[in-house]
């Protein structure tokens, strides 16, 4: 089964045919970095990483671009704040954002630009839409013409005139157009700024992103992604500058991830239910975090509580017991039969369902539903009387590769071992309940519980996990 991807331009589940065979060329928007990031930050960081996993996991080689908007408005009212020049608060929250991402199980990206480092690009790309009549100097800044290209307005499915009606022009800005938008802006006194044919300044936000396309992509890519919010203007506004620049399709596949809301209201910084990810991963786990932004379709809104996280938290054991079930009775056992092919055929074929939610347009809601299918059957199994090591190994297998596709590594536990008093009381609980001394037996267990070690009886014998 081929691969569908929900486009945002054609508004259809569309085939994915890459420009290059066995290659994906993918543009990712990434955060302004004025600021620790927040869970909506996080979500596109996530859904687009698994994206990228799968067509990996496909044989895909995959060109990934996520850039760093280090120049901006918002940076620039941060460092005067601060007393800091701005590349020194770019630098900060840039490496912050790549500590919380890591953390999220989000790989590097092939190339992570930043608007400072491809200033002579976008320059030149400006310096381009002027010469092609595209767009105009006014007293120092450059505006670029929507009406002058044909098609504006077609990611967006609004015609110019009704994107004019809600456009203004602001104090201060000398365009000829309320549509117009900004590819430079001249420098104010103080601010940052960079020489340029219209004179010292600092670019536009939406020129970046099509200037760093083109410089690591190429003229045309297969898919360029964000955030649901970012299809108006930014996104219209790229596809305008870079299909009149190259006269080339700008990218063949829309991707946008649904918002965030907070305890069911959309999250802002007015409404005083903004949370950051750094924050969320000191007091959860960040696979659970991944987790619970994977268990909702990525276009769909996404309802963050912590009743619904601890949910996920539950789902993502359950999944995660199977699995290490599996490993207690393959390292235990000394019934082994042959090979069940009845039972690798099952696993197959939930292995194939998995990819089959995938190829549809990525969907990790129902991917996840076919993993605890995947972890009920495994626990059925382990009931059986005698078990085959090759069954148990591929149940293991389809587990741990189909949560990789997820970003997620289940095999990784806590590094820390149990010290030697814990270790004595366990052996002692062991002892008393063979004894069959149980109100022994459960004040060890009590005792452990305060020490934050969780004891569970299973048909393939004690376990412990942290609290």
Not at 311 to 334: G, P, W
């Amino acid at each position: 089964m081929s691969i569908k991807i929900y486009n945002t331009l054609t508004r259809e589940k569309d085939k994915f045919i890459p420009l290059e065979e066995g290659k994906v060329s993918m543009y990712v928007c990434g955060p302004t970095v004025y600021n620790y990031i927040h869970i909506g930050n996080a979500r596109p960081a996530i859904v687009f990483d698994t994206v990228r996993r799968y067509f990996e996991y496909k044989g895909f080689k995959v060109n990934y671009v996520l850039n760093f908007t280090d120049v901006d408005d918002k940076i620039i009212k941060a460092a005067k704040e601060l007393g800091k020049e701005v590349p020194e608060i770019a630098n900060k929250f840039i490496h912050a954002y790549q500590e919380d991402v890591k953390k999220l199980g989000v790989k590097e990206a092939t190339h992570h630009p930043r608007v400072m480092d491809t200033m002579e690009d976008i320059i030149a790309f400006i310096d381009a839409l002027v010469q092609q009549g595209f767009a105009y100097e006014a007293q120092g800044d450059v505006y670029f013409k929507p009406r002058a290209f044909d098609g504006y307005g077609k990611l967006s499915h609004q015609s110019v005139d009704e994107l004019r009606s809600g456009a203004r022009i602001q104090v201060g800005e000398k365009k000829e157009d309320p549509l117009d938008f900004a590819l430079w802006k001249k420098a104010k006194d103080g601010e940052i700024a960079w020489e340029s044919p219209w004179g010292d300044g600092r670019p536009g936000w939406h020129i970046e992103c099509s200037a760093m396309a083109k410089k690591y992509l190429g003229d045309t890519i297969d898919i360029h992604a964000g955030g649901q919010d970012l299809t108006f203007p930014h996104h219209e506004n790229e596809i305008a500058q870079s299909e009149a620049r190259n006269g080339k399709a700008f990218a063949n596949y829309w991707m946008h991830n649904g918002y965030i809301n907070i305890n069911n209201e959309k999250m802002s910084k007015s409404l005083g239910n903004f949370v950051l990810t750094r924050e969320l991963i000191e007091m959860h786990d960040p696979k659970v975090l991944r987790f619970f932004m994977l268990s909702v379709h990525y276009r769909n809104p996404i309802n963050f509580t912590e009743e619904l996280l601890e949910s996920a938290k539950h789902s993502y054991d359950r999944i995660k017991t199977a699995y290490h079930n599996l490993e207690h009775r393959k390292a235990s056992s000394m019934n082994l039969v042959d090979d069940d092919h009845t039972w690798l055929q099952e696993i197959d074929s939930r292995k194939k369902q998995f990819e089959a939610a995938m190829d549809d347009d990525f969907n990790t809601a129902n991917a996840i539903s076919v993993l605890f299918d995947l972890a009920k059957e495994a626990n059925l199994y382990l009931k059986l009387e005698q078990t085959s090591t090759k069954v148990i190994e591929a149940f293991q297998e389809t587990i741990v590769s189909l949560f990789n596709i997820l970003g997620i590594q289940i095999t990784e536990e806590e590094k820390e071992l149990l010290d030697e008093d814990i270790e004595n009381l366990i052996k002692e609980r062991n002892n008393a309940r063979k004894s069959r001394d149980f109100a022994r037996a459960d004040e060890i267990r009590d005792m452990l519980k305060q020490k934050g070690i969780i004891l569970e009886d299973t048909p393939q014998g004690v376990r412990w996990k942290r609290g």
